[in-house]
């Protein structure tokens, strides 16, 4: 029998959107949540072996849940990520760990690179490594345009109906969870427009159709609003971007209604404009120069219509480092999110958009123990969420995967293969 890990003195934000319990108790027995809720409830069973861990004055919240990163890139500041299969796969397993390492328990990768991506979940799977839930798309399912020689190990070119669906069923059986379709242009091509439509209604509604065969979501990369109605109206479950989605407050009364999750990524503009960009070239600083304010007002006006907003930070992009995610919470709340509704879109609401949400994104008795402790309230300021002297300790599974290197916990509560936080 397993003991019991009780988790004493903290405040428990449980992801739900509920208001923080103070003096709270959150009881994990082998890799569930048995209890999550005010200390002075908790009847502890005198049978079993009892683990505490004594948080005090700490906060304890879901592992974040990330919708929308490239493993295969690390923020370089060209956005070339090639490099040749043996290096590759090292670094998907190593930004993997980053994400793991900070707290992000859960990531669904938008876009591989050789479909390696694939051998690293197995290893993750097979307790070779510690490593973050992946939920992998496979390769981005993209029309004949330059982007596919840029990103040429990530690619998947199907032009009309019977190509889209053979790439579909393709990505599927080789081991795809979901399905990415790029159906407008990108910020990140040199010549690519991001307002531009790329694939037709047809194309896009065949992606739909054979995902749903085998119960696949399909991911939806759309700038332009034009691309954007046509992907939600085909029945895509994300849109991912949304840049110009404020030219249509149509389709956000449509995406509102229909449940259409936003994966905003707004910290791949914000990490240029903000960031170090001596090695970033000009046409990239331009681009997301260009299209920022378009994705702050988009985001603002998608929340007030009622359109159900995940966190995606498109980890990879130029300067936008594996491991710091977390700031996309902050970068949404700027935009317009109260502090509790940004990060229930990194918890609840990002697991919904997985389809996850039976099994992680708040804490809940009978979820997997996904847990983060941070040492102060994440709510006065969220880039908190992403600050590595804040982060105590990450556990997965109800085991501790990362921690301070200075804090000492009982042999029995670490993983195998314990991290060190950051
Ligand atoms: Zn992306």
Redesign the pocket.
Known sequence: MNSLLVFQNITLIDGTGRDPIVDATVAVRGNKIIYAGAARQWLPSLKEDIINLDFAGKYLLPGLIDC?V?LSGSGEPDSRFDADDGAMVLKILANARRNLAAGITSVRD??GWNELEFEVRRAIKRGDFSGPRLMLAGRFISISESGADQYAGMYRVADGVDEVRKAVREQIKHGADLVKLGVTGAVLVEDGVPGATHFNSDEIGVAVEEAAKSGRRVAA?AHGIDGIRKAVQAGVHSI?HGTYLHQGPDVMQEMARRGTFLVP?LK?GRDVIEGDTRRVPDWIIDKMRETQKAADKSVRMAYQAGVPIAMGS?A??PLNFHGENGLEVHWMHEAGLKPMDALVAATLTAAKALGWESRVGSIEEGKLADLVVLDSNPLEDLRRLADKKQIRAVFQDGKLVARQPVDSYPKSVLAQDCLAVG
């Open positions: 929308h490239h938008l876009g990369h991912e990524t791949a498109d990879a992009t």
